[in-house]
């Protein structure tokens, strides 16, 4: 186990960089997901922790070792890659052990190891099969033994459930939890779903154009998001963001609905802002509003429904703005119904108009 | 529970009959008569090696033998007359052997070695140093003849079985080079990063993951260079010398000697005896073969 640090790590092919000075202490034993669009780096950071592509610039420490130069196998991490990359000529057994039989450890020794991480990942009567003979979620799993026997000091993981079905995906997610729960050691892990990253993480690391835009453990960055980047991408549905001024301590949107300054906030007089609400915080009204002080109330054509069972999702627009909001015990509506809703404040957002930076502390 | 699984798996219904329609039997026919073309040859090749020399004197070089006989094969074989020798090409096969399998198996060694290389350790420079490697299989070999000539002569090997394999190694290396980049750039490469973070280094990745992977390009590697050198007539009769001239220069001597009768039936079985060694191995490994070119060219 070891802890991990970036300090100004920079990737450049040629002249174009693709990681730029990007800065990230990891704990011992923490889970730190890297999650960002496709082309923001994530990946080429990882690959970067590997050994797997040089590092431009800066230093990757893992432990107390600088480990810039050297190869992969000198770091004592371990890897699953999104195509599982199993050998395909070996068995399960074989994959299982291979790492250790490269490192020249006796066979009683390996033959412990691969049994032992057989028997976490419930892998012991596929160990004779060959890759091919093994469905997506089995290999995925050998993926993960291949990692485990090694009592690497990082796991690193790429994208590893993005080849799996949805169902199995919810599964594996929970294996891999769990399987940190036990081993306990550090993990880094990229993926591009913010939910396999609000669920996995200890703390969640969203990434931009090579550079890191927040750090936080999911709930910090789903409640306090610091820009519009991280208030549409973390959360699903996305949160909805109006565009507006500031008149009189209000929001003014363009065809003239005036909804109150969010509490705690004072923005000064003119500013152009954008106003960030979460589905979850516009309801309704008649539809469990939440009790609070600073409500206000929107009227707003429904254009569309979701029924989803626990909730229907509505699809409105306010301001020429299509919005989403959530109707708990939902009853049936039509499209084009009039429904009035209304607006947690205390859990809205104000963003800059021009910088999408968030005007909150 | 089985069995019920089993046909319901099954297809149903009757098996759909063959219909010999208009456009199979165009297929057909063309193909029997392009099958027929190519078999003529090898047919009068065979009879004529079976027949004694006055029946080939008839002339009806179509008629199967009305006397089968070995003779000419034996002949051919254990004292036809190569030159001044006349100890059969015996001797031409032996060396031809010599030549052969220490060429191919250093050729494909070296080859699959840089191959792999250039497909998986990028190095600077590797684009570069792969272009040239390809452009070195466009110029003809005669251009190039007498350079080597020289060569193998500074090195003191002039007219041994080491210059020969040491020139069919040299002009083997494009093509096999090219064929085994693209083969390795077509397996996935996270199973090479794998292998790296596992900790398996140049020499592990090659020998443990990616050689036992590579079975129908070797197969591949050792078609075409068994062929081509076997068949080889140029670098046999400048490189090797005399006393190891390959079976195909052997055969040459043989069947151009411009004094005494011509015997067909000896220059037919030498010819076809000659020949054997490539047919065989093309037979036994043709699917392997192309299933291993197909698997190659799927990627640049």
């Known amino acids: 186990m070891a802890q991990v640090q970036l300090k100004n790590v920079v ?50 420490i893992i432990g107390d070792r600088v480990v810039n130069d050297l190869p992969p196998r000198e770091r004592n991490l371990a890897m699953v890659f999104q195509n599982y990359a199993l050998y395909p000529h070996m068995t399960v057994r074989e994959n299982l052990g291979f790492s250790l039989k490269i490192a020249k450890r006796p066979q009683a020794e390996i033959d412990r190891a691969v049994d032992e991480a057989a028997g976490i990942l419930s892998l012991t009567p596929l160990l004779d099969r060959k890759p091919g003979a093994l469905s997506g979620g089995q290999r995925q799993r050998v993926a993960m033994g291949r990692a485990i026997v090694r009592h690497p000091d990082v796991f690193l993981f790429d994208e590893p459930l993005s080849n799996l079905d949805a169902k199995l995906r919810t599964q594996m997610r929970v294996e891999i939890k769990k399987l940190h729960q036990r081993v306990g050691s550090t993990v880094i892990y990229v993926t591009h779903d913010q939910i396999e990253a609000m669920t996995l993480a200890d703390r969640i690391v ?31 549905p996305p949160m909805n963001l109006l565009e507006g001024v500031i008149r009189a301590g209000q929001v003014v949107l363009a065809d003239g609905t005036a909804i109150p300054q969010p509490p705690g906030l004072n923005v000064a007089e003119g500013r152009k802002v954008q106003l960030g609400i979460r589905a979850d915080n516009i309801m309704p009204e008649g539809h469990a509003l939440p009790p609070t002080a600073h409500m206000a109330f929107v009227e707003m054509p429904v254009i569309l429904t979701e029924p989803l069972g626990t909730e229907t999702l509505l699809y409105a627009t306010l301001s020429g703005t299509e919005m989403q909001a959530k109707m708990l ?33 | 529970m089985t069995v019920q699984l089993k046909t319901a798996q099954n297809p149903r219904g009757p098996r759909p009959r063959r219909i010999l329609n208009p456009t199979r039997l165009m297929i057909y026919g063309v193909l029997i008569v392009a099958a027929l073309y190519y078999i003529m040859p090898l047919w009068v090749m065979v009879m004529t090696s079976l027949k004694g020399m006055p029946e080939i004197r008839l002339g009806n070089i179509f008629s199967p033998p009305m006397e089968v006989t070995f003779e000419a094969w034996g002949k051919a074989w254990n004292t036809a007359c190569t030159g001044l020798q006349c100890e059969g090409l015996k001797v031409g096969f032996w060396n031809s052997v010599q030549i052969t399998v220490p060429s191919v198996v250093i050729s494909i060694i070296i080859a699959s070695v840089s191959g792999y290389a250039l497909s998986f350790w990028k190095f600077k420079g590797s684009e570069t ?7 070195g299989s466009f110029i003809p070999y005669q251009v190039m003849l007498f350079p080597l000539v020289m060569i193998c002569r500074e090195l003191g090997i002039y007219g041994t079985l080491s210059a020969v394999i040491l020139v069919h190694t040299i002009f083997g290396m494009p093509i096999l080079t090219l064929l085994f980049r693209n083969y390795f750039a077509s397996l996935p490469e996270e199973l090479f990063k794998a292998a790296r973070v596992d900790g398996a280094g140049f020499w592990g990745i090659f020998f443990k993951v990616l050689v036992p992977m590579s079975t129908p390009i070797f197969v591949v590697a050792v078609i075409l260079q068994v062929t081509g050198i076997w068949n080889d007539f140029l670098f046999g009769v400048v490189f090797a010398g005399t006393k190891n001239w390959p079976m195909t220069v052997q055969l040459n001597n043989i069947v151009n000697a411009t004094q005494g009768v011509k015997e067909y039936n000896l220059n037919m079985a030498a010819t076809i005896l000659t020949g054997l060694v490539p047919l065989t191995i093309y037979f036994i490994s043709g699917k392997l073969f192309v299933r291993g070119i197909a698997a190659g060219a799927v990627k640049g």
Not at chain 1, 31 to 55: N, Q, W, Y
Not at chain 1, 213 to 228: D, H, I, K, S, Y
Not at chain 1, 335 to 358: P, Q, V, W, Y
């Open chain 1, 11 to 60: 990737k450049k092919y040629g002249a174009v960089g693709v990681v730029h000075a990007i800065n990230l202490d990891i704990a011992e034993g923490e889970f730190v997901v890297l999650v960002g669009p496709s082309g923001c780096g994530k990946s080429t950071t990882l690959r970067m922790v590997a050994g797997l592509e040089d590092i431009s610039g800066g230093e990757v």
């Open chain 1, 206 to 236: 969203i990434m931009r154009d090579g550079h890191i835009v927040q750090v936080g453990t999911p709930l910090e960055v789903f409640e306090n998001p610091v820009n519009t980047f991280v208030a549409t991408f973390i959360g699903s």
């Open chain 1, 329 to 361: 015990n939902p009853r049936p509506v039509s499209a084009g119904e009039r429904m009035r809703f209304g607006i947690a404040l205390d859990k809205c957002h104000l963003f800059d108009a021009e910088t999408g930076n968030s005007l909150r502390g």
């Open chain 2, 129 to 135: 140093y792969f272009t040239i490697l390809i452009f």
